[in-house]
Nanobody, 127 residues
Framework: QVQLVESGGGLVQAGGSLRLSCAAS????????MGWFRQAPGKEREFVAA????????DYAASVKGRFTISRDDAKNTVYLQMNSLKREDTAVYYC????????????????????WGQGTQVTVSS
C-alpha cells in the first residue's frame, strides 16, 4: 500500500506561483508513474501533469503546458508540481496519484490508470 499526502496549496494572486508536494510512504514510488489531477467545484476531476517512473516521459494538459512542471525526488519519495503564472481558472483541489504498474514507460492521463490517491490540497487563485 502507498499513502500519498499533498501539501503546498494555498491562496495566491493571479500571476503568482506555488509548489505542491506529494510525499509518499509505505512503499517506494521510484518505479511508479506519478500524476497530478485537479477538481474544481461542480466539475469532473481532470488531468494536469504526469511523469513516468524515470522522468524521461512527461505529459501536461494543454491548459497548463509551459506554466506547470512536474518533477520527482526519488531520494525523498516525493513528487512536486511547480505552478507558475497562475490563473483564476487554476483554482481547484489538486490531487497526486500513483500508477502502481511498475516501470511503465508511457504516462497516462486517465484517472483509471492510477491506483493510489492523496487527499488533495486546495489551490485558490484570486484576481
Amino acid at each position: 500500500q502507498v499513502q500519498l499526502v499533498e501539501s503546498g496549496g494555498g491562496l495566491v494572486q493571479a500571476g503568482g506561483s506555488l509548489r505542491l508536494s506529494c510525499a509518499a510512504s509505505g512503499r517506494t514510488i521510484n518505479n511508479y508513474n506519478m500524476g497530478w489531477f485537479r477538481q474544481a467545484p461542480g466539475k469532473e476531476r481532470e488531468f494536469v501533469a504526469a511523469s513516468n517512473w524515470n522522468s524521461i516521459s512527461t505529459d501536461y494538459a494543454a491548459s497548463v503546458k509551459g506554466r506547470f512542471t512536474i518533477s520527482r525526488d526519488d531520494a525523498k519519495n516525493t513528487v512536486y508540481l511547480q505552478m507558475n503564472s497562475l490563473k483564476r481558472e487554476d483554482t481547484a483541489v489538486y490531487y497526486c496519484a500513483a500508477d502502481s504498474f511498475r516501470y511503465r514507460s508511457r504516462v497516462a492521463a486517465s484517472t483509471y490508470n492510477y491506483d493510489y490517491w492523496g487527499q488533495g490540497t486546495q489551490v485558490t487563485v484570486s484576481s
